[in-house]
């Protein structure tokens, strides 16, 4: 069945820091693949998304690219605040796959800490 | 638009008790979403609805559960006779046509069985 795995967190960096947050995804058909952010004590929130290979995902600096040959979707950010301290969690949707409900199937999440 | 509402953002009760859920998705929204949320894991899927049609539901549904969508606007889950295991977040999720994709989350609400 489809699934998305991420690395494992915590990962703590200092301001201004580069961010990798990796991503690989399994799935049968084209899905879409999205980053989602969770801020302490609030719901999630769409960060990007893309929707075919090759394509490439961007907001508030964050961006990610939809990699076929490698299903990946990599979170990067050239550099990274304290206010970017948040849960990130990478998902594929099953639109064009199996069921096409179009439910969302998450990784486990990675935690990000940006210390001053 | 005001975004998804869920209600109560927490909720306690005593094991075996029924508690129930409610959703407000955004205005207009076809599509309705539940998932579950366990402590340092993901969501998970539970059940979805197109307008007020329940169109699947994952085997993590038992019996006890129960969700509903009456005239395709607000939805509600239910959870009878709880148990410690149903501790957990619950979100619910809109998107705005069949074929979208973007899904809009609520807060979600915490329960926690005891």
């Known amino acids: 069945g489809n699934s998305v795995t991420q690395m494992e967190g915590p990962v703590t960096l200092s301001e201004e820091a580069f961010l990798t947050i990796n991503c690989t995804y399994t799935a049968t058909g084209y899905p879409s693949l999205f980053w989602y952010v969770q801020y302490p004590g609030e719901g999630l929130q769409l960060l990007l998304k893309?929707?075919?290979?090759?394509d490439k995902g961007s907001n508030k600096g964050f961006e990610a690219t939809y990699r076929k040959e490698t299903t990946s979707f990599h979170l990067e950010k050239g550099s990274v605040q304290v206010s970017d301290s948040a849960v990130y969690f990478c998902?594929?949707?099953?639109?064009?796959?199996?069921?096409?409900?179009?439910?969302?199937?998450f990784g486990q999440g990675t935690t990000l800490q940006v210390k001053p | 638009d005001t975004g998804v509402s869920q209600n109560p953002r927490h909720k306690i009760t005593k094991r075996g008790q029924n508690v129930t859920f409610r959703c407000d998705p955004i205005s207009e929204h076809n599509r309705l979403y539940w998932y579950r949320q366990t402590l340092g894991q993901g969501p998970e899927f539970l059940t979805y609805?197109?307008?007020?049609?329940?169109?699947?539901k994952s085997r993590l549904l038992s019996d006890r559960f129960s969700a509903e969508r009456p005239k395709g606007s607000f939805s509600t889950l239910e959870i009878q006779r709880t148990e410690q295991g149903d501790s957990a977040m619950y979100l619910c999720?809109?998107?705005?046509?069949?074929?979208?994709?973007?899904?809009?989350f609520g807060p979600g609400t915490r329960l926690l069985v005891l």
């Open positions: 609805f197109q307008n007020e049609a329940q169109l699947e």
């Open positions: 893309a929707t075919k290979a090759d």
């Open positions: 999720a809109s998107s705005p046509r069949p074929a979208a994709e973007t899904q809009y």
């Open positions: 998902a594929l949707s099953d639109l064009d796959g199996s069921s096409n409900t179009g439910k969302l199937i």
